[in-house]
């Protein structure tokens, strides 16, 4: 073996053997393992799941704390925006939780499978396959039992696949772009009311207060300052008509 081969066998048993072999001995991983060995389904759908969730968390996090100290956004303003980041991340990771343990029970599964994909795997279809299969010089003797058996298989593996597809895409785009954006808007006000629950009042600069008042038209307002600059510029001795 060459010197490279050398070196990248032993860095792949440090990078990745090693720490895999370490990983697979840890007990929460045995119990995974032991739980979801017997339904891959469940496993794949759980894994892809509780993947997002862990980076929404991080990013969450990550927003969060951007929010807090980015002094491009004025300081009254940046709790709102890292309390909107809050809700926002919250909900995202609570919703597609809630719409994984939905749309991805059995029993839901299965009506959605059979409303769409029921009838390529019903008695009739079965009957079709089996009359085309038969067709063939291999599979003219092939046992009753053998085909029910192989049909069974393909609509499980199918199956599986059709949940893990809709799960993911309940939880990510249904839950995650669709619900969420109505509610994290609403219940960042309240957010912000949480995190800023010990804070002392903010001084607002007198530069920056709004003193507009919409009780009168702007052009009322006006108005009299107007006409004091002119009755200034031209008194009323000075004969003329204003």
Known sequence: ????GRYTEKALDVLIKKPLKSLSELKPMDYVCK????????FISGLGIASIVIKDGLGCYFYVNQSMHNEKIPEDKRKFVAALDLANGGLMIAMQILMFKTVSNKIV???????MFGKHFDRAARKGYQSIIKGRERFRTLPEDQFKKGMDGIKETTFDAFANITSLIAATTVGKRVIVPFIATPLADKTKAWMSRNDKPVQINKDTENNYSTEKPAAEICKPQKQNIITNIYPKNSGLKI
């Open 109 to 115: 599964q299965s009506k959605m499978f059979e409303k």
């Open 35 to 42: 739980k979801y060995r017997a339904n891959k389904r469940n």
């Open 1 to 4: 073996m060459s010197a490279i």
